[in-house]
């Protein structure tokens, strides 16, 4: 045994010999100044490029090449594409011996390379690339996959890249981005066993519209490539860090296997706020900082099965986060997936991410929810619930308070709300909403209130056709036909039920305004409407028809009657020989009932009532046409004593009237031949004199 190891060693003290032989010979036949005309030579001939460095040292197992340039196409003359101020690659000799590879060190030290983007579209390193690399390789074969991974004892004590730049230029579009300082190090690496790794650099990027300098990245942790086995294979940053001015990023995470990869991430960003936007959009915008957004994620996939699952994506600012936990399968043309979300948003966080923007607004309460969601045909299944919880906000300078309810959404197409109750104005009032849309959409609306006042509303903002007022009655016609024939909206059922004990804004008043409304098929035109719709209220003031009118399509059911009334005794006012000032009206009531069908609206019952006089609408308006078939009664005081008949013909913008003088002479004398015997012709005169005198303080001008 002895004289076998003395053997052994005299073979490695001869190999040893013969290596430095060899080296030394290489220096011999290959000296620097030959090996760098070689060089030279072979590039200029293969890539018309020339290459120029210092030196090239040899050692025992190693190279050294110092002050490395390689040049662009055409020569140095058209600048640098590659240099290098070191390289450096170190192997101990030892270990080769036993079929060992153990690497001192392979760095490089000031590297800088030169990525253009020509012109015609072309980079500045294809010609580099042979045409048959472009040729794409046969798939390796299931045999070779499975003779994965490769056994290999290779360690390296020392790989690095320091000091080193990256610049793009695109001379399309003139943008350049620029990474610098880039510092990467690995100590210890194994190709079986874990080592550590860090990484540093800094960027400049400018598109010309945008510049950020310095963008600086860091990162360090360790990793394990465990022999190529995947499954066994795992990396772990323990720190991430990204940082702009006082935009910060902070990470940290890792995986495991991947073959069947399981990642985490844990981590915070800082600084999302208004003047970061500013310089990537262009467009002003209101002041806002977000608070610190914490992050936490876990996630598996298998790639074999080609399905993934988060099992916790969880985003959180300030008292306020989303959790959510989602599944996807890819194993089949169409995508399968499946997600369910928590969401817990306090309107306070709200309100301190823009202060200077919604402190008039005074955002308080919170809202809470849970959502699943589903891959389903034709669109994705949403289903769960949101609980409002004490919201409170400043609405047109009115405070709404104690916001309380929660709402059940069993479809996108399926939503409902339980009765959600609240203050306005320190005015109780509750409210509920269902709203469907399988085949068409319906709504289903109720509330309840006390007291609703809102000051100073502006109905032109408020009205999707607002229209302008103009001195012709021809002209406001045809711009409310352009109007309407711009207007979309698809069919809809509604049913409604409206209480509110006192209404107070500029262009109405009143107590005791109810609405019910059971309306199929309801749109704009109202041309396919058919349901029934009733309204009524009590002491209160109408103070501008038009607005109230032109505000939404059930107003303009209710209230067009009385405009035409308004219209017809104007137009009749020489029976009493004055005139009749029609900008509001007062009344003790009012009240209607109206049958809708074939867009016609049947007016069952239309009446105002008021002291003074009373005015009973009856007829059809069609809302196609605007067609007009009605009949006006108009008396005096509560019971219409001795009432005006008017008819009423045309359209809406251009109705016609006539005094229907049977009716009138036949309410005045009571219908009898003895009152009409004892009843004179100025009798009569007198007494339509006193009902359009009523109707003067009834329809006045404020």
Not at 217 to 236: F, P, R, W
Not at 241 to 264: C, I, L, R
Not at 373 to 401: E, H, N, Q, R, Y
Not at 668 to 676: E, I, T
Request: hydrophobic share 40%; glycine share 6%; net charge neutral.
């Amino acid at each position: 045994m002895k004289k076998l190891i003395k053997i052994l060693a005299a073979l490695a003290a001869v190999f040893v010999v013969l290596v430095a032989g060899a080296l030394i010979t290489l220096k011999i036949m290959f000296p620097f100044s030959k090996l760098k005309t070689m060089a030279q030579e072979y590039v200029a001939q293969n890539y018309n490029r020339e290459i120029d460095f210092k030196d090239v040292s040899f050692n025992l197992i190693g190279v050294t090449v110092e002050d490395f340039k390689f040049s662009e196409e055409g020569g140095f003359k058209e600048g640098d594409f590659v240099s290098a101020e070191t390289a450096v690659v170190k192997v101990e000799f030892a270990p080769l011996l036993k079929k060992q590879i153990k690497i001192k060190t392979i760095g490089f030290d000031g590297v800088k390379i030169n990525v253009v983007k020509l012109k015609d579209g072309k980079f500045n390193f294809d010609s580099l690339i042979p045409a048959s690399a472009e040729e794409v390789s046969p798939e390796p074969q299931e045999e070779e996959i499975a003779s994965a991974p490769l056994a290999m004892d290779l360690t390296a004590k020392d790989i690095y890249i320091k000091n080193s730049d990256v610049i793009y230029k695109d001379l399309q579009n003139g943008t350049e981005f620029s990474v610098k300082d880039v510092n990467f190090s690995i100590k210890d690496f194994d190709y079986n066993n874990p080592f550590s790794f860090m990484l540093s650099l800094s960027t400049t990027i400018d598109t010309g519209d945008i510049k950020l300098s310095p963008v600086t990245v860091s990162s360090e942790g360790t990793a394990n490539i465990a022999g190529m086995d995947l499954s066994k294979a795992s990396a772990e940053v323990k720190t991430f860090a990204v940082a702009y001015k006082h935009f910060k990023v902070d990470m940290a995470g890792g995986v495991e296997n991947f073959e069947q990869p399981k990642a985490s991430l844990k981590g915070t960003i800082k600084g999302v706020d208004s003047k970061l936007v500013a310089e990537f959009v262009s467009a002003e915008m209101p002041a806002f900082s977000l608070p610190v957004i914490n992050i936490e994620a876990e996630a598996a996939a298998d790639l074999n099965a080609s399905k993934a699952e988060v099992s916790k994506f969880n985003v959180g600012l300030g008292k306020s986060y989303v959790n959510t936990s989602a599944s996807a399968d890819f194993s089949k043309p169409e995508l399968s997936f499946s997600a369910a979300t928590k969401i817990n948003v306090n309107l306070s966080d709200v309100s301190d991410i823009a202060k200077d923007m919604l402190a008039e607004f005074k955002l308080k309460g919170l809202i809470t929810g849970n959502i699943k969601t589903a891959s389903a045909s034709p669109a994705p299944s949403v289903k769960g619930s949101i609980v409002f919880k004490d919201l409170g906000a400043s609405v047109m300078g009115k405070i709404l308070s104690a916001l309380n309810g929660t709402v059940t959404i069993n479809s996108i197409n399926d939503v409902k709300t339980n009765v959600i109750t609240g203050v306005f104005d320190n005015s109780d009032f509750k409210t509920s909403l269902a709203y469907s849309n399988k085949n068409k959409m319906a709504v289903d609306f109720m509330f309840n209130m006390d007291k609703f006042t809102l000051d100073d509303i502006d109905f032109n903002k408020l009205m999707a056709s607002s229209e302008e007022e103009k001195p012709q009655a021809s002209a406001d016609k045809a711009e409310a036909q352009t109007s309407s024939s711009d207007l979309k909206m698809d069919p809809m059922d509604i049913k409604a039920d409206v209480i509110i004990k006192r209404v107070e804004n500029n262009v109405f008043s009143t107590d005791n305004l109810t609405f019910k409304a059971n309306i199929k098929n309801l749109d704009l035109t109202m041309a396919k409407a058919s349901g029934t719709m009733s309204f009524s209220a009590s002491d209160g003031e109408i103070r501008d028809l038009d607005k109230i009118i032109n505000s939404s399509v059930f107003l303009k059911v209710i209230f067009t009657t009385v405009k035409i009334a308004q219209k017809a005794l104007k137009a009749t006012q020489v029976i009493s020989g004055g005139s009749i000032n029609t900008d509001s009206v007062s009344y003790k009531s009012i009240v209607g009932d109206y049958t809708l069908g074939g867009g016609v609206a049947k007016i069952n019952k239309s009446d105002l009532n008021s002291d003074l006089a009373t005015i009973t609408t009856t007829g059809t308006v069609n809302f196609v046409t605007e067609k007009l078939d009605m009949k006006i009664k108009v008396g005096l005081g509560k019971n219409a004593s001795g009432s005006a008949a008017i008819k009423v013909g045309g359209t809406v913008n251009d109705p016609s009237f006539k005094l229907d003088v049977a009716s009138t002479v036949s309410s005045l004398l009571g219908g009898g031949k003895d009152s009409a015997a004892s009843q004179t012709v100025q009798d009569v005169k007198n007494t339509v004199k006193d009902i359009t005198g009523g109707i003067k303080n009834l329809f006045k001008k404020k």
